[in-house]
């Protein structure tokens, strides 16, 4: 069924979410996104869902979110929502490192003098249900200034525009996750009033697990606990891992996904991210995809095989590969952005 703006827009209006008309009279509309909207919509209310998550992922990789009654959510899907620009205004730290009230202060944007609010747009096509959060889904957002033009800092825009560009020469972006991370075990869940300083204390952690035995299937299984709710709960989000393995490092894993296209990659490293960091919080462990997490083990080199490929093309690597294939371009989290630090 066609999805009707004007009437969700008046209901929207009474949600007091979002900016009216702003999808509509910016062009970022089309038929194909209404159909998408009716369907999250649709999906929302046939779970029962209470809450969606609004998620919009900073320069530093940092997914910042808003969490939106089931009823906000349907508005935001049609008006956008309104979220602060501060988030680009903070480092990796969560400190600001702008003058903020000062006029084109340190990012030459006076867009952001201020920290004024930027609109996001949610991205119907990435919506997702958490299978460990109750009755709750997930959708990421582009964002937007209020003039309409795009957010020079959003870094999922900037790929997509980058992917357009792409395709104008006739080649299709395509990449494979190979992604490493540590896993710790929280010593003490309970935060002290002492704990409550800027930036915090790291917590009291164990390792999870040995290493030093690398592949070992005796290893790997001793490390069920972790593995067996994130497999779960990968699945159950749509990114199933191609492979699970036990790295080098105590703790340190490897999960690898068939390859993927376009802006698909991009959001299921940020799903994978999400996913992995709070299943673990909820079962007692702390994940790391830093490079270098602690002075004691080895530091897990997650990265991205990724290759233009003529539209057509099949993806010519296979899971039993370790080589890319060749015109294929690898990168490590030590010489790539810092979307996979955290």
Known sequence: ???????????????????????????????????????????????????????VVDQHGVPRTKFLSAPAAEAALVRGLNFSSAIYQLDSGNTVFTGGFVADADLDMPEMTGFPDVVAVPDPSSFRVLPWADRTGWIL??????????????GRGLLRRQLEVLGHEGLRYVAGLEVEFLV??????????DDLGHPPPV??????AHGYQ???????DSAHAVLDPLRDALWE???????????????????????????????????LRSTVKQVCARHGFVASFMSAPTCRTPSPPDGTCTAPS?????????????????????T???????TQRH
């Open 184 to 193: 710790v075990r929280r010593d003490v869940q309970r935060i002290a009033l």
């Open 332 to 338: 490590t989290s030590l010489g790539s952005s810092a």
């Open 141 to 154: 957002c582009d964002t937007y200034f209020p003039s309409g033009l795009p957010n020079p800092l959003c």
């Open 237 to 271: 989000v749509g990114l199933a891992p191609r492979t699970m393995e036990d790295e080098w490092g105590p703790g340190q894993f490897e999960f690898t996904f068939s390859p993927m296209e376009g802006l698909a990659a991009a959001d299921a490293m940020v799903l």
């Open 310 to 330: 003529p539209p057509m093309r099949e993806p010519t690597s296979s899971p039993t590969s370790t080589a890319p294939p060749r015109g294929t371009a690898c």
């Open 1 to 55: 069924m066609a999805h009707s703006s004007s009437g969700s827009d008046v209901r929207a209006e009474e949600a007091g979410i979002g900016r009216r008309g702003f999808v509509r009279d910016h062009g970022l509309g089309s038929a194909e996104r209404s159909e998408a909207v009716d369907q999250v919509v649709g999906r929302v209310r046939e779970l029962g869902l209470r809450t969606v998550r609004m998620v």
């Open 214 to 220: 690398f592949l070992s299937e005796t290893r790997l």
């Open 203 to 208: 917590p009291a952690v164990s390792a999870s």
